[in-house]
């Protein structure tokens, strides 16, 4: 099948893990009956959501600030 320019070529990324992390690793991939990959894509992506909603989170919680939209208690 011909490579076309809507489609998007995964990227191959190289990770090391103590052996205590890849026995954490094993053992949440034996409890959820998939593999490695989908445990660590799903950590990642995870991860990759928290620290996007936090950081706009704050951001939009300066610009209030700046702007004097918050509430003074005293």
Same mark, same amino acid.
């Given at each position: 099948?011909?490579? $076309?320019? #809507?489609? #998007?070529?995964?990227?191959?990324? =190289?990770i090391r893990f103590s052996p205590d ?7 949440? #991939?034996?409890?959820? !009956?998939? $593999?490695? #990959?989908?445990?660590? &894509? +799903?950590?990642? $992506? !995870?991860?990759?959501d928290n620290f996007f909603w936090f950081?706009?989170?704050? =951001?939009? !919680?300066? +610009? +209030? ?8 208690? &005293?």
């Open positions: 099948m011909p490579f $076309s320019e #809507t489609q #998007t070529q995964a990227q191959v990324v =190289s992390m890849l026995a954490r690793l094993d053992e949440a #991939t034996a409890c959820r !009956g998939c $593999s490695r #990959t989908e445990i660590i &894509k +799903d950590a990642v $992506s !995870g991860y990759l950081e706009k989170a704050v =951001s939009q !919680g300066l +610009d +209030d600030l700046r702007a004097d939209r918050v509430a003074h208690i &005293k």
